[in-house]
Nanobody
Framework: QLQFVESGGGLVQPGGSLRLSCAAS????????IGWFRQAPGKEREGVSC????????HYADSVKGRFTISRDNAKNTVNLAMNSLKPEDTGVYYC?????????????????????WGKGTLVTVSS
């Protein structure tokens, strides 16, 4: 059984930082393309970031570029999303997802490619 657990969400003030983690049970994350997605209240889910199987390629949505960083910690079997300079529009439920394919990360962030496995999400609220 493939299973994800997202953690690290919470309430933070604008300009603050949070670090989200995606942990896996039943499989090794280093064998999968991993993406982070988010869904704001009343809006459709959108791609945020993606990291390739080897970790050599990453992609970010324009709205978070320069503020968010995705990375792998293979020793802990996790993928992390460091979020800095947070804005109220970053508020939403953040989901970790995995793909068995080796397609370009930009395709996953844009929604052109679909993910195979999804976590349950963690809530991020940016508000003063």
């Amino acid at each position: 059984q493939l299973q994800f657990v997202e953690s690290g969400g919470g309430l933070v003030q604008p300009g603050g930082s949070l670090r989200l983690s995606c942990a896996a049970s039943g499989f090794t994350l280093r064998s999968y393309t991993i993406g982070w997605f988010r869904q704001a209240p009343g809006k459709e889910r959108e791609g945020v970031s993606c990291i390739s199987v080897g970790g050599g390629s990453t992609h970010y949505a324009d709205s978070v570029k320069g503020r968010f960083t995705i990375s792998r910690d293979n020793a802990k079997n996790t993928v992390n999303l460091a979020m800095n300079s947070l804005k109220p529009e970053d508020t939403g439920v953040y989901y970790c997802a995995a793909s068995r394919a080796f397609s370009y990360c930009s395709g996953y962030v844009s929604g052109h490619y679909g993910m195979d496995y999804w976590g349950k999400g963690t809530l991020v609220t940016v508000s003063s």
